[in-house]
């Protein structure tokens, strides 16, 4: 039976994307794994903004954040021939919970961002909302 792995994906960083998913495969060696790779469009922080963009925009950058996604899978592991990629909008901690939810991963494998103790007290860290609140185990991998 393989493990079923959720891999969140930022991709404002294209360099530090493909280096993070080098290092989880590194990590996960040999082991027969399911991987499902997601990747969030970040929500609009305020509602009045949101209504300037239309439905057909926001699925029309969905489209195009997963098939860079899949470009980028593709690119840093060629090996990898069988998973799955999810794209959604949001609130990015909120959206992995929830697809985490759905999913029923035994295992959420985060790349660590380095981002000042003054950020996280103002921006707050995803990974550790997503730690405290996931319903599986959580890897951070530095």
């Avoid at 991709?11 to 590194?26: E, F, P």
């Amino acid at each position: 039976m393989s493990l079923k792995v959720l891999l969140p994906v930022d991709l404002q960083d294209r360099d530090a994307a493909i280096a993070g998913l080098m290092k989880v495969m590194k990590y996960l060696g040999g082991q027969e794994v399911c991987m499902h790779f997601m990747s969030i469009l970040p929500g609009k922080p305020v509602p009045l903004l949101a209504s300037y963009v239309s439905k057909e925009e926001v699925e029309s950058a969905l489209s195009v954040l997963k098939d860079d996604l899949i470009l980028l899978v593709k690119q840093a592991l060629p090996q990898l021939t069988d998973f799955s990629v999810q794209t959604t909008e949001g609130v990015v901690h909120k959206e992995i919970l929830k697809y985490a939810r759905e999913l029923q991963p035994q295992l959420i494998m985060l790349p660590s961002h380095s981002h000042s103790k003054l950020e996280n007290i103002l921006i707050g860290s995803v990974t550790s909302k997503v730690v405290e609140q996931a319903c599986c185990s959580v890897l951070v991998v530095r």
